[in-house]
């Protein structure tokens, strides 16, 4: 559910940022907030949204070929 490279990616520039400075242990505490921050959105990958979009198109087919069955039926 959450993309590991993308808090990784911005703990690194921020590791970078603070290299220099007294404040060692802030890089972890930042990253559990991201990580919590990102948790509570709910976000899905563009893996798993990509595969409810392909379900989602062939359910759409699938109802309009019952709904075409069901008028001629009717008529």
Do not use: C, G, H, Y
């Amino acid at each position: 559910m959450l993309n590991n490279k993308l808090i990784d990616d911005i703990s690194k520039k921020i590791s970078t940022l603070i290299s220099e400075s007294p404040m060692a242990d802030v890089e972890s505490n930042l990253r559990a907030l991201l990580q919590s921050t990102f948790a509570k959105l709910d976000l899905v990958t563009r893996e798993e949204f990509d595969v409810q979009t392909q379900v989602l198109l062939k359910t759409r087919a699938q109802l309009d070929r019952l709904e075409q069955k069901l008028n001629e039926l009717e008529k």
